[in-house]
């Protein structure tokens, strides 16, 4: 940090800050990356000039945001932090609950429609610089739920498939674009259904390796 101050002719604070947009573009492990971007969305001039941007990682980032906006959908739904808390499973605190609320709104992923709350039709756009540490958050929040769901949620409720498979490296580029496409038929299954929203559920498709390629093939 003291490099960057002298070599730059920054005060403490901007050597701080700067030190902490260096470690979110190098930092070696998601853990060093989450806390500098918290070190950076804490300082008022990012507050100030990018709080939307922090609203879209946050949203991103976190499971609670994305199952709130498909939760809005529910005919019962209801914009109080209370009620959102302890509908979602497992259950948040009201302050998460609130912040989110609050969030989606900001970010016009929801939209107040009188005194009800709607979800809105829009596109959601993280910052490029932490975009792929907000997938990554978002990712392992979602696996970790899914390991949890195996004690949390009766049988009959979840769905759970793993395959293990031998395959040469040159099909993996094939089956990505396969359940790409499984997952747009999904999507179009659910959006097309007539029934209304009644319970929010989490799909998840993965595919990853389980050893080292052959040697020369990677």
Known sequence: MIAYEQALKLSEEEGDFFEALVTLDQGGTP?????????????RRFRQARRLEGASFRCVSHWYYTAIHELSGRADFRPDAAWIAAELRPAITEDEAGQALDELLALGLL??????????????????????????????????????????????????????VGIPASLVPELKRELAAISERLLDLCDGSRGPT???????LQAFPLSHPTPGEE
């Open 198 to 204: 009644e319970v929010v559920y989490q799909l998840n």
């Open 31 to 43: 853990e060093a990356r989450n806390q500098a971007w918290e070190q950076i969305s804490a300082t």
């Open 111 to 164: 939209v107040r429609d009188g005194d009800a709350v709607r979800a809105a039709d829009v596109s959601l756009t993280t910052p490029h610089e932490v975009a792929g540490l907000a997938a990554h958050n978002y990712h392992d929040g979602m696996l970790r739920l899914a390991r949890e769901s195996l004690t949390r949620s009766r049988p009959a409720e979840r769905h759970l498939v793993g395959l293990t």
